[in-house]
């Protein structure tokens, strides 16, 4: 790789630590460019993914003051994120990548429209929760998150792309707080299955990570996520919602795009 490339590169490290950090989806910025510099795609995808996995750490440390209280909250679902992406990461080394490309727009779809009517959905179930007559739905939305967040962590073990906003649109209804508070805890959640993922790749394809592509990522994403951070937690509710609705669109867009090819 030139050094054009290697700024190239760069940039698009940069881009897509921001992004995730405020919301997810960096890795479709990250990868097209990758594959448009003569990158094959398999190497691409996995060391993509091991770059970013710096650049999600670096996002998460920044919204760690959104994370106080929640600690009880996190351990509860960590756990079901992480076994998520270990499922992920299996499917991803014995199913055909097609199988999942027609899952994936579907899967977005849902999570859009759960971030874009997050209020009146939470609205819902805080009142249920509140009513004597619907006292046993406590425990059943509390297994019904666990096993929310466990299908997330699938997806993004697979398909590693916009996994933060499928993860923001669930904990955005099913947990109490803003929606801050949710991107906080969906960049703890994403970081660990991309670490599931990571070593994945160290441990069954060691010969198919590229990394000088690998570093320029996690310097740059790095970077970017230190600033995302900075940005995503002074974007009110709303604004912070729009972003994630239009980089949704924007990532279905290259999803359906993949699948027409």
Same mark, same amino acid.
């Given at each position: /790789?030139?050094?054009?490339?290697?700024?190239?590169?760069?940039?698009?490290?940069?881009? !897509?630590?921001?992004?995730?950090?405020?919301?997810?989806?960096?890795?479709?910025?990250?990868?097209?460019?990758?594959?448009?510099?003569?990158?094959?795609?398999?190497?691409?995808?996995?060391?993509? @993914?091991?770059?970013?996995?710096?650049?999600?750490?670096?996002?998460?440390?920044?919204?760690?003051?959104?994370?106080?209280?929640?600690?009880?909250?996190? /351990?509860?679902?960590?756990? @079901?994120?992480?076994?998520?992406?270990?499922?992920?990461?299996?499917?991803?080394? %014995?199913?055909?990548?097609?199988?999942?490309?027609?899952?994936?727009?579907?899967?977005?779809?849902? !999570?859009?429209? /759960?971030?874009?009517?997050?209020?009146? /959905?939470?609205?819902?179930?805080?009142?249920?929760?509140?009513?004597?007559? %619907?006292?046993?739905?406590?425990?059943?939305?509390?297994?019904?998150?666990?096993?929310?967040?466990?299908?997330?962590?699938?997806?993004?073990?697979?398909?590693?792309?916009?996994?933060?906003?499928?993860?923001?649109?669930?904990?955005?209804?099913?947990?109490?707080?803003?929606?801050?508070?949710?991107?906080?805890?969906?960049?703890?959640?994403?970081?660990?299955?991309?670490?599931? !993922?990571?070593?994945?790749?160290?441990?069954? !394809?060691?010969?198919?990570?590229?990394?000088?592509?690998?570093?320029?990522?996690?310097?740059?994403?790095?970077?970017?996520?230190?600033?995302?951070?900075?940005?995503?937690?002074?974007?009110?509710?709303?604004?912070?919602?729009?972003?994630?609705?239009?980089?949704?669109?924007?990532?279905?867009?290259?999803?359906?795009?993949?699948?027409?090819?």
């Amino acid at each position: /790789m030139d050094l054009l490339s290697s700024i190239f590169v760069s940039i698009a490290g940069l881009w !897509a630590g921001t992004i995730n950090a405020v919301v997810g989806s960096g890795t479709l910025v990250t990868f097209p460019v990758l594959i448009a510099l003569g990158v094959t795609p398999v190497v691409a995808s996995m060391s993509n @993914a091991m770059g970013l996995v710096f650049g999600t750490a670096a996002g998460a440390f920044g919204y760690r003051r959104e994370l106080k209280g929640r600690g009880r909250q996190l /351990m509860r679902l960590l756990p @079901a994120s992480l076994l998520g992406g270990i499922s992920g990461a299996w499917l991803l080394l %014995h199913l055909p990548e097609k199988v999942f490309h027609y899952v994936a727009p579907v899967l977005l779809v849902l !999570a859009l429209l /759960m971030v874009v009517f997050q209020p009146r /959905m939470q609205a819902w179930v805080r009142n249920r929760e509140e009513n004597p007559e %619907h006292a046993v739905r406590d425990k059943r939305h509390a297994v019904l998150l666990v096993v929310l967040v466990y299908l997330a962590g699938v997806y993004g073990g697979y398909f590693v792309a916009a996994q933060g906003i499928l993860l923001v649109g669930i904990l955005g209804v099913f947990l109490t707080g803003t929606i801050q508070n949710a991107n906080a805890m969906k960049n703890i959640l994403v970081l660990g299955v991309n670490l599931v !993922a990571a070593i994945s790749y160290l441990l069954f !394809a060691f010969d198919r990570i590229n990394w000088l592509v690998v570093l320029l990522i996690a310097v740059s994403s790095s970077i970017g996520g230190l600033l995302g951070a900075k940005v995503g937690r002074r974007l009110s509710p709303t604004v912070l919602r729009g972003v994630i609705f239009v980089l949704g669109l924007v990532a279905l867009g290259f999803m359906i795009a993949n699948l027409l090819k």
